[in-house]
C-alpha cells in the first residue's frame, strides 16, 4: 500500500505564486515518473506536468512558461512551483505516482489540495 499526500494549495492573487509538494509513503521499492493533474469544477481532470525518475518533464501548454515540476528522489517527494497564476489555473490539484513495490507496479493518486486565484 502506497500512500500519496499533496500539500500547499491555497488562495492567491492572480499573477501570484504557489508550491505544491506532494509525498508517498509505503511499501515503496522504487518510484518512477510523477504527476501533477488538476480538476476544476465540472470539467474533466487534466494533465499539468510529469517528471520521470531521471528528470524529464512534459508540460500542459496551457502552463508551460509558468509552472516547473521537480523531485527529490531520495525523498520520493515531487513539487510543483506555479508563478503568474491565473483565474484558470483554479482547481483540485492531484498528484499521481507510479511505484514498483517490490512484487508488484501500480500507481496511487493523492487526495488532492485546492487551488484558488481570486482577487
Known amino acids: 500500500q502506497v500512500q500519496v499526500v499533496e500539500s500547499g494549495g491555497d488562495l492567491v492573487q492572480p499573477g501570484g505564486s504557489l508550491r505544491l509538494s506532494c509525498a508517498a509513503s509505503?511499501?515503496?521499492?522504487?518510484?518512477?515518473?510523477m504527476g501533477w493533474y488538476r480538476q476544476a469544477p465540472g470539467k474533466q481532470r487534466e494533465l499539468v506536468a510529469t517528471?520521470?525518475?531521471?528528470?524529464?518533464?512534459n508540460y500542459a501548454d496551457s502552463v508551460k512558461g509558468r509552472f516547473t515540476i521537480s523531485r527529490d528522489n531520495a525523498k520520493n517527494t515531487v513539487y510543483l512551483q506555479m508563478n503568474s497564476l491565473k483565474p484558470e489555473d483554479t482547481a483540485v490539484y492531484y498528484c499521481?505516482?507510479?511505484?514498483?513495490?517490490?512484487?508488484?507496479?501500480?500507481?496511487?493518486w493523492g487526495q488532492g489540495t485546492q487551488v484558488t486565484v481570486s482577487s
Open positions: 509505503g511499501s515503496i521499492f522504487r518510484i518512477y515518473a
Open positions: 517528471i520521470s525518475r531521471g528528470g524529464i518533464t
Open positions: 499521481n505516482s507510479e511505484y514498483y513495490s517490490g512484487t508488484a507496479y501500480s500507481y496511487s
